[in-house]
């Protein structure tokens, strides 16, 4: 891994990017000890606004606690990848919702749509999982936190009661991984 | 959150938003009296520290205003209890008659404000620096200021707990000024064992029952040792002018003596209030001075510039007023430029004119957009001619 690498959720407040941020930051400094910071920006709706969270994760010391570099966007919905596409320089990996994000990503980008909502909703069961899904998914697409972390980080951080449901959607994610991205798992080797 | 990491003996390794390390911080300090109205950005002080304080014997009161807050941590911290309220822009606005209340009866308490865009209701979501000068000047009249700024987690809980040390030390009012981003993001945090950090308490007189007692009447360092209520001790508490008793007076004498002696107990003991960080300003010919989060993007636009070969250095004020004057114009020392970034439109760059005079042009990077400063911006005010 680079010094810095450089992480932005986007989509809707409820879709559970804030916590999604919150645990991978958490798998990469507490369980991994790496230095991370999470921040992140919404409006005064407590959902249905846009919402953004973004991560940090370096082995050195994190200056600026805000993404200027993006390394991985997700997005989860249009108007997310409408507006965040055009930050990232051609060396990112986008992730995108399929259902929720029709646009198509440009090119230049190494990208990965799929339908992450979807799995929450019918392949888990439970829509409010589709952040972990999203974890799962980035997890085993890029490595930037190893897996046991991420799943003690998750399983730290969820509702009692619910962390069967929250391991099957890491898994559901990691599974969309290799369905919907072999292309750049292939690539990476 | 089932452990009371305050009360371990070990430290306790987490991972909090700024917001939760400063409830932390006073938690540790002794602070066991929150009354606040919720306000974001600072609305997690409040909901954390109504969970956190019946568990510990303390009181939580959710107020039906911000002035009535103010008026219940002043008059809780009377009874002797360390007190706490957590605002933002417009309730700091609300809270100012009793701010100055609390600096006129000389009763410690903390008051933290978490900045956003203002003026008015503004922007609640989005950072903001441009409180600053409301910190320092915001009750009338002439009146000591300690404000404070954290930039990282850890600085958030280690701050306020130094805001309760000046408080109960100076007998005044305290302002911890966070901006949105460091009270919302999040870091790991390794909070000190209960012995490792340092508790200021209140002075108190040595007195037995009967012996008189003038609550407002001070030994050398100006500070008066302060009785709590319901010790045995009555006596009577007012924002009018009061001489020694505290009972109001009018005598022009007295009044001279009371106004600047509350100045002057701030002002004589400044250099123990005096918190700051220099980052590669030995020979910085390109002097950054930068406070709460937009220090962090100072600091990368200094290694940038560095890494161009441009001697550039980060001075940092922790605590923003009283201003660490003369540490700002020796970290100048070899400047030529002074850069001065803040999410407001110059109100601490003002200051640091005033510092520096005109030999030292200051260059103001101001951004008033409710997005953070990037690096970049920073960068081309220290690389610009």
């Not at chain 2, 001279?256 to 960080?277: A, N, P």
């Amino acid at each position: 891994m680079s010094k810095r690498y450089e992480i932005r959720l986007a989509g809707l407040g409820g879709q559970g990017l804030v916590l999604a941020g919150v645990i991978l930051a958490e798998a990469a400094s507490i369980f991994e000890n790496k230095n991370a910071v999470q921040s992140q920006s919404y409006g005064p709706e407590s959902r249905g606004g846009a919402s953004k969270s973004e991560v940090i994760i370096s082995d050195e010391e994190i200056d600026y606690p805000k993404a200027t570099h993006i390394d991985l966007l997700l997005c989860l919905t249009d108007a997310a990848a409408e507006k965040y596409l055009k930050d990232c320089p051609e060396t990112a990996l986008v992730i995108a919702d399929s259902d929720l994000v029709p646009s198509a990503i440009p090119e230049k980008f190494r990208s990965v749509k799929a339908p992450i909502t979807r799995l929450a909703r019918e392949t888990v069961g439970k829509e409010f999982v589709t952040n972990i899904v999203a974890l799962g998914l980035i997890q085993e697409l890029t490595g930037i936190v190893g897996l046991p972390a991420l799943e003690k980080a998750v399983l730290d951080r969820v509702p009692k009661g619910t962390e069967d449901l929250n391991k099957r959607a890491l898994e559901v994610g990691r599974e969309a991984a290799h369905e919907y991205g072999a292309h750049i798992l292939s690539a990476k080797g | 959150m089932s452990a009371e990491a305050t009360e371990k003996k070990a430290p306790v390794i987490k991972f909090l938003a700024g917001n939760e390390a400063c409830m932390e911080g006073a938690l540790a300090a002794g602070c066991r009296f929150f009354a606040g109205y919720p306000i974001s950005p600072s609305s997690e002080i409040a909901e954390k520290m109504s969970g956190r304080l019946p568990k510990l014997g303390g009181k939580f009161i959710q107020m039906e205003d911000e002035i009535a807050s103010m008026g219940a941590i002043i008059g809780a911290s009377l009874a002797g209890a360390k007190t706490m309220t957590a605002t933002s822009g417009p309730g700091f606005s609300l809270m100012q008659e009793n701010i100055g209340y609390a600096m006129m009866a000389e009763v410690p308490c903390v008051v933290v404000n978490v900045m956003r865009g203002g003026p008015s209701t503004g922007n609640p979501t989005g950072p903001s620096q441009s409180d600053v000068m409301q910190c320092r000047w915001g009750t009338h009249g002439d009146h000591p200021a300690i404000v404070l700024s954290p930039n990282s987690i850890r600085e958030a809980f280690d701050t306020t707990v130094q805001c309760f040390n000046f408080a109960e030390q100076f007998r005044t009012c305290v302002v911890l000024a966070m901006d949105e981003i460091v009270a919302h993001m999040r870091e790991k945090i390794v909070i000190p064992a209960k012995e490792d950090i340092k508790i200021v308490n209140r002075k108190k007189p040595d007195l037995k029952p009967g012996d008189p007692y003038k609550p407002y009447e001070a030994d050398a360092s100006l500070i008066p040792p302060m009785m709590n209520f319901g010790e045995g001790f009555r006596y009577h508490v007012t924002g009018l002018d009061h001489d020694a008793t505290g009972f109001p007076s009018g005598a022009p004498d007295n009044q001279e003596i009371l106004h600047r002696r509350l100045v002057d107990k701030v002002e004589m003991h400044k250099d123990e209030l005096f918190l700051f960080e220099n980052h590669r300003t030995e020979d910085a010919e390109v002097l950054v001075v930068a406070y709460g989060s937009t220090s962090r993007s100072a600091k990368r636009a200094v290694e940038e510039a560095r890494a161009q070969g441009i001697k550039a250095g980060l001075f940092r004020p922790i605590t923003l007023f009283p201003i660490p004057e003369k540490q700002i114009a020796q970290a100048a020392g070899h400047a030529k430029k002074v850069v001065v970034p803040e999410m407001n439109l110059g109100q601490y760059r003002l200051e640091v004119e005033r510092i520096l005079g005109p030999a030292v042009p200051v260059v103001g990077v101001h951004r008033v957009n409710g997005e953070p400063i990037a690096p970049s911006l920073i960068l081309s005010a220290i690389v610009g001619g």
